[in-house]
């Protein structure tokens, strides 16, 4: 009996130890969210750095949803998804992957709902510029997750809610005055915060002393910038009605001609008006009711390199097919080529530099580097394009207004005619690796591959010398900064220093006519001809 009361009282004491030792186990804390960029970003790499510096990472499923023990993370954390078999965040010298960052103030005990997609990592991009990081992959890979004030955190969500509240609405996010993408729980099921990315384009842009990515850029389906709206002439809000016409415009068109460019072509913000690309008006060219749609991803500042490795490419891959036609308008950016360029040259060099071939038709390159070769990088859009079944064709630059001292032409009694401008010359002091001519080789290149290929600059040129006298009513020069108050404090684009490169409106429709005029005289385009007006 004694020996049973005995054994029982062990029994009680271990018990009561136990329940001791139990209740010094700290909660557990899990950050857990979706990974979604428009449906889940199916087996994301998920890592999360805290104010320690401490790392954990986990994969997301095909859901695009993770769970990571964040027992032992100090906030606040920052939290990193990259796709699954590429974590290339930062360099644009291969394919960029689809990187975002989410940004996490506390940890609490129990699941803390920590999301992260394009509006997450648009948070913290504004959060990461205004503390004076490059974008937010920097910001997310500084050796502690950085602290960020009150009123930073403030700021960036109040502008989020600006550029897309309205949308969220619209597709049922009821609670706009707490929304908070981060924290906000979802689900990538095209439903929700999910039908607001769905119709969004995002990556990251290219910082141009240090040649990393930099802040994230966000556009609607027709690519207008998005952020928070300044004024009457900013970038606009997005539009969720109108996004969700033009994106099934896209996807039901019988006929579409995507247009892979740089900024002759780009779509701009209301801010920068008059400029415009001749990519943004160019399906007015067509015939009304024709089903011809024009899909613009033209990118400003961007080189036949770095569009395909800094992920605008892509972009508009989630809606090429078989049959669809590829504008490939590259060249003016290729020629950032000087290594001795004061701040940019070298960072230019290393991710937007490309060379022309030589007088006799043969590609230039660095030993090793062939993908530094235009002919090279301008393959890369046709094979792709061919390989999925669409149509390419090539199209030489549009033209400097300068002439053949590289000077503005026509001014102060100079009649020396335009010319092109799209060649090297070895400077003085050897900047230049290779010198050659970029319309030349896009010819080599069309030729080489058997692409239809269009001499805009040849066209562009002889309206530019026809115009001699009103030139600046097509260039970007401004004169007005009343009406467009945005050039008010340019140092290009203005009567003082008028831009020869980009365009206002009425130069736009011109190009855009040009293009159109290019597409009828092309024998092997004649069935996209037909639909022109």
Same mark, same amino acid.
């Given at each position: 009996?004694?020996?049973?009361?005995?054994?029982?009282?062990?029994?009680?004491?271990?018990?009561?130890?136990?329940?001791?030792?139990?209740?010094?186990?700290?909660?557990?804390?899990?950050?857990?969210?979706?990974?979604?960029?428009?449906?889940?970003?199916?087996?994301?790499?998920?890592?999360?750095?805290?104010?320690?510096?401490?790392?954990?990472?986990?994969?997301?499923?095909?859901?695009?949803?993770?769970?990571?023990?964040?027992?032992?993370?100090?906030?606040?954390?920052?939290?990193?998804?990259?796709?699954?078999?590429?974590?290339?965040?930062?360099? @644009?010298?291969?394919?960029?992957?689809?990187?975002?960052?989410?940004?996490?103030?506390?940890?609490?005990?129990?699941?803390?709902?920590?999301?992260?997609?394009?509006?997450?990592?648009?948070?913290?991009?504004?959060?990461?510029?205004?503390?004076?990081?490059?974008?937010?992959?920097?910001?997310?890979?500084?050796?502690?997750?950085?602290?960020?004030?009150?009123?930073?955190?403030?700021?960036?969500?109040?502008?989020?809610?600006?550029?897309?509240?309205?949308?969220?609405?619209?597709?049922?996010?009821?609670?706009?005055?707490?929304?908070?993408?981060?924290?906000?729980?979802?689900?990538?099921?095209?439903?929700?915060?999910?039908?607001?990315?769905?119709?969004?384009?995002?990556?990251?842009?290219?910082?141009?002393?240090?040649?990393?990515?930099?802040?994230?850029?966000?556009?609607?389906?027709?690519?207008?910038?998005?952020?928070?709206?300044?004024?009457?002439?900013?970038?606009?809000?997005?539009?969720?009605?109108?996004?969700?016409?033009?994106?099934?415009?896209?996807?039901?068109?019988?006929?579409?001609?995507?247009?892979?460019?740089?900024?002759?072509?780009?779509?701009?913000?209301?801010?920068?008006?008059?400029?415009?690309?001749?990519?943004?008006?160019?399906?007015?060219?067509?015939?009304?009711?024709?089903?011809?749609?024009?899909?613009?991803?033209?990118?400003?500042?961007?080189?036949?390199?770095?569009?395909?490795?800094?992920?605008?490419?892509?972009?508009?891959?989630?809606?090429?097919?078989?049959?669809?036609?590829?504008?490939?308008?590259?060249?003016?950016?290729?020629?950032?080529?000087?290594?001795?360029?004061?701040?940019?040259?070298?960072?230019?060099?290393?991710?937007?530099?490309?060379?022309?071939?030589?007088?006799?038709?043969?590609?230039?390159?660095?030993?090793?580097?062939?993908?530094?070769?235009?002919?090279?990088?301008?393959?890369?859009?046709? @094979?792709?394009?061919?390989?999925?079944?669409?149509?390419?064709?090539?199209?030489?630059?549009?033209?400097?207004?300068?002439?053949?001292?590289?000077?503005?032409?026509?001014?102060?009694?100079?009649?020396?005619?335009?010319?092109?401008?799209?060649?090297?010359?070895?400077?003085?002091?050897?900047?230049?690796?290779?010198?050659?001519?970029?319309?030349?080789?896009?010819?080599?290149?069309?030729?080489?591959?058997?692409?239809?290929?269009?001499?805009?600059?040849?066209?562009?040129?002889?309206?530019?010398?026809?115009?001699?006298?009103?030139?600046?009513?097509?260039?970007?020069?401004?004169?007005?900064?009343?009406?467009?108050?945005?050039?008010?404090?340019?140092?290009?684009?203005?009567?003082?220093?008028?831009?020869?490169?980009?365009?206002?409106?009425?130069?736009?429709?011109?190009?855009?006519?040009?293009?159109?005029?290019?597409?009828?005289?092309?024998?092997?385009?004649?069935?996209?001809?037909?639909?022109?007006?």
């Amino acid at each position: 009996m004694q020996t049973h009361i005995r054994g029982s009282r062990l029994i009680l004491a271990l018990a009561v130890l136990g329940l001791g030792a139990c209740a010094s186990v700290p909660p557990v804390k899990r950050l857990s969210g979706v990974v979604a960029t428009g449906g889940p970003l199916m087996q994301a790499h998920v890592s999360v750095r805290d104010s320690n510096g401490t790392l954990a990472s986990t994969r997301a499923d095909i859901q695009g949803r993770y769970q990571l023990d964040a027992s032992t993370l100090r906030p606040p954390v920052v939290v990193v998804a990259s796709e699954s078999g590429n974590r290339n965040c930062r360099t @644009n010298q291969a394919p960029r992957a689809v990187c975002m960052a989410a940004w996490r103030a506390t940890l609490e005990d129990g699941d803390n709902t920590t999301n992260i997609n394009p509006l997450t990592d648009w948070l913290a991009s504004e959060m990461a510029t205004t503390l004076h990081f490059i974008g937010p992959q920097q910001f997310a890979e500084a050796p502690k997750a950085p602290d960020v004030p009150a009123s930073v955190q403030t700021r960036a969500l109040q502008n989020l809610r600006s550029g897309f509240g309205a949308a969220l609405a619209r597709s049922g996010v009821a609670d706009m005055g707490s929304f908070d993408p981060v924290t906000t729980p979802m689900v990538a099921d095209g439903r929700g915060v999910d039908a607001v990315l769905s119709v969004l384009n995002h990556t990251r842009g290219y910082d141009n002393d240090s040649g990393e990515a930099s802040a994230t850029v966000i556009t609607d389906t027709a690519w207008r910038p998005i952020a928070h709206p300044f004024d009457d002439r900013a970038n606009e809000p997005l539009q969720m009605e109108r996004a969700e016409r033009e994106q099934a415009a896209i996807l039901t068109a019988p006929i579409r001609v995507f247009i892979v460019g740089d900024s002759t072509a780009a779509t701009y913000e209301r801010q920068r008006l008059p400029r415009m690309g001749w990519g943004q008006v160019f399906e007015e060219a067509f015939k009304d009711n024709e089903g011809v749609k024009v899909v613009n991803g033209a990118r400003a500042g961007r080189s036949s390199r770095d569009f395909y490795n800094a992920g605008w490419y892509r972009q508009m891959l989630r809606y090429l097919r078989p049959g669809d036609y590829v504008v490939i308008a590259l060249g003016h950016n290729d020629q950032n080529c000087n290594s001795l360029r004061p701040v940019r040259g070298a960072a230019d060099v290393a991710n937007l530099c490309t060379y022309p071939n030589d007088a006799q038709g043969r590609r230039q390159f660095p030993a090793g580097h062939p993908q530094m070769s235009f002919q090279s990088a301008l393959e890369v859009y046709v @094979n792709d394009a061919r390989a999925r079944g669409a149509i390419p064709f090539l199209m030489t630059p549009t033209t400097r207004f300068m002439n053949a001292d590289r000077r503005i032409a026509y001014v102060n009694g100079d009649t020396r005619p335009v010319v092109s401008q799209h060649l090297t010359r070895q400077n003085a002091t050897g900047g230049y690796a290779f010198t050659g001519d970029y319309s030349q080789t896009i010819r080599d290149t069309a030729r080489a591959n058997g692409v239809p290929q269009i001499d805009l600059e040849a066209k562009t040129i002889r309206f530019a010398n026809a115009h001699a006298h009103d030139w600046q009513n097509y260039w970007l020069v401004v004169a007005d900064t009343v009406k467009f108050p945005w050039y008010a404090t340019q140092t290009a684009g203005t009567p003082a220093a008028p831009d020869t490169t980009h365009f206002q409106e009425a130069g736009a429709r011109a190009m855009a006519a040009l293009v159109a005029q290019g597409i009828k005289e092309t024998p092997q385009l004649q069935a996209l001809a037909q639909h022109l007006k």
